[in-house]
């Protein structure tokens, strides 16, 4: 992260108050505290080392761009007129150029994976044992943990918006706990796949 956004910046290590801070990453099934330092910000209050704040970062931008599709969405309800063909071309220019400057799928997984590449063993066996029963007919962890994962997103945005940093930092501790789990449901998705 190169620049300033809405929701993060980069920390300056020159600047006192950004120097030697730690990563915010602490939750037992992320494999407890990082011991990295931080240098990047989210939410104006979160300090992330690189891997864990580039999976955020990633995490929170494919959040804010689905957010944004659902809005679009909206448009092509069979139950709402039919638009002007100037809106109809504009719309479509518009969540074009959204999609194109969104991040991808895998792009996300890839951070997921580099951020949490170790899930404790007990993490690991839950999953594996909940992976095998879900196998003969319920959603799969992978697209619960992840459907979990951007919700809890959602609320980190809305709270920081509304100023509610107590709730962002709350927030931030179950974020942490679902994307450890979802970078190894992940794992297991893509080794059952290949």
Not at 18 to 37: F, M, Q, S
Not at 43 to 51: A, T, V
Not at 78 to 103: C, I, Q, S
Not at 111 to 123: D, F, I, K, N, Q
Request: charged share 35%.
């Amino acid at each position: 992260m190169t620049n300033e956004t809405r929701f993060g910046r980069a920390l300056d290590p020159a600047n006192e108050h950004d120097r030697d801070l730690p990563c915010v990453v602490r939750h037992p099934d992320a494999g407890g505290r990082c011991e990295r330092t931080a240098t990047m910000k989210l939410y104006g209050l979160l300090n992330f080392c690189e891997e864990h704040g580039e999976e955020a970062r990633i995490g929170a931008d494919m959040e804010r761009h689905y957010d944004a599709g659902y809005f679009f969405d909206r448009f092509r309800n069979p139950h709402v007129p039919d638009l002007n063909d100037l809106v109809e071309r504009e719309l479509e220019a518009a969540v074009g150029r959204m999609n194109a400057d969104g991040p991808s799928d895998e792009n996300y997984y890839q951070a997921l994976a580099r951020a949490y590449p170790e899930p404790p063993e007990y993490v690991r066996e839950q999953l594996l044992r909940w992976e095998r029963d879900e196998r003969n007919g319920g959603d799969l962890p992978v697209d619960l943990l992840l459907d979990s994962l951007m919700t809890v997103r959602k609320l980190m945005r809305l709270a920081h918006e509304d100023g509610e940093d107590w709730l962002v930092e709350i927030l931030e501790h179950e974020r942490q706990e679902l994307a450890a789990r979802a970078a190894f449901a992940c794992e297991i998705a893509d080794l059952q796949s290949a």
